[in-house]
């Protein structure tokens, strides 16, 4: 079969891209090919699997109207779209639902802020894009990596949920090596017998780190300290003796081998691939059920899952319990068992075998 996959945006070792080029490989070892159509942002380099063919278009809406007027779909047995876009056979649904994430960013700011926001320009078109996207007619099938998803989908657009396909992030293997511990707590500053709370998130906003940074800072441990990964401005965030800037790192590992819990109370996320690592790597996850992760981990056992994440209460309860050595110690393998359920295989095969099916 000829496997279309749409992707706009580009981003040297971006998880989206290193997602599509594994699912592009699973693809073509499964004997189909596997043309993309994306901006002129990627390069023949960057998409071995197949054709490259280079659609015009800067913003989202004009790419998708450039898709349109290319029709991709009647040139492939099968589309994949990553993006928001007027039809495909598969959506896959990575950014979760936008209208979703702006009802719960309003839950925590005025009335004025979430009002201005809708108005942006951005926001509508990715709201237009959306609507347009999900429509029951628009496609045959959307995938998402949580059930959370799937009910937001139902909920704000009507879509047939059997129509709708969980397949959950997988986590590709992780080798942790004991050195690497005392080696990043130096660089970075750390000593040995602190408590080293990791976050790392792609949107710190929507993450939720100006709560972590606040829990942190309210925390009665004496040596509790956050270590803080991923692209954004730190001059926006208070300066605090207790946390570590240590900006974009395309290697979790060294951190994670770092740090003591994983700390990501979010506003909103699909399914965070950071707290997977973390949980892969023996780590106890703090996040919220506005995270679709939360969905495969037993609060108390394998971490918390908070339903507020402005609750700064229930965020500094939660560190204080996983800040004992001998509770992280005791659950360390179990975490490592549970993540080891959503390796990246299982992902691939579920997903190749849902876009490659006989169109009934």
């Known amino acids: 079969m000829k496997v279309g996959i749409v992707r706009r945006a580009f981003s040297a070792g971006g998880g989206a891209e290193n997602y599509l080029t594994l699912l592009a490989e699973a693809l073509v070892q499964a004997g189909h090919s596997c043309p993309l159509f994306a901006s002129d942002a990627w390069s023949r380099a960057d998409w071995p699997h197949g054709k490259l063919r280079t659609v015009r278009g800067k913003t989202p809406l004009s790419f998708a109207k450039e898709i349109k007027a290319l029709d991709p779909k009647s040139k492939c047995d099968v589309l994949l779209s990553v993006e928001r876009i007027w039809g495909c056979d598969f959506y896959r649904a990575g950014d979760g639902v936008h209208a979703s994430w702006l009802d719960r960013k309003a839950q925590h700011q005025s009335r004025w802020k979430s009002w201005i926001a809708r108005k942006r320009w951005e ?49 590709p293997r992780l080798q ?12 970075h500053g750390f000593g040995q017998e602190d408590f080293v ?3 790392a998130g792609s949107n710190w906003e ?5 709560f972590a940074m606040e829990a942190v800072k309210q925390s009665d441990l004496a040596r509790i300290r956050m270590m803080v ?4 401005d730190r001059r926006k965030w208070p300066r605090s ?9 395309h290697d979790l590992v060294p951190c994670l081998a770092a740090a003591d819990a994983f700390l990501l109370p979010s ?10 690592e973390a949980l892969a790597a023996g780590l106890p996850v703090i996040t919220t059920d506005a995270n679709g992760f939360s969905e495969i981990i037993r ?25 004992s050595p001998a509770k992280r110690a005791a659950v360390k393998s179990r975490l490592q068992n549970v993540a080891a359920r959503f390796n990246m295989e299982r992902n691939l095969k579920a997903t190749v075998s849902l876009i490659t099916q006989p169109q009934a």
């Open 123 to 171: 926001n509508r078109e990715t709201l237009l894009l959306e609507s347009a996207q999900l429509r029951p007619e628009a496609a045959r099938g959307i995938i998402v990596s949580s059930q959370m998803v799937k009910e937001e989908i139902v909920r704000y657009y009507g879509f047939p949920a059997e129509r709708i396909h969980v397949i959950y992030n997988g986590v």
């Open 176 to 187: 942790i090596l004991p050195e690497l511990r005392e080696q990043t707590r130096r660089i």
């Open 197 to 199: 709370v990791l976050f």
């Open 206 to 210: 929507r993450s939720g780190l100006g």
């Open 229 to 232: 990964i991923g692209r954004g």
């Open 241 to 249: 003796r207790k946390v570590r800037f240590v900006g974009k790192m």
């Open 267 to 276: 506003i909103y996320d699909p399914f965070s691939n950071a707290c997977l």
């Open 299 to 323: 609060p108390g056992e394998e971490g918390e899952v908070l339903s507020d994440p402005a609750d700064i209460s229930a965020i500094t309860n939660a560190l204080a319990f996983w800040s």
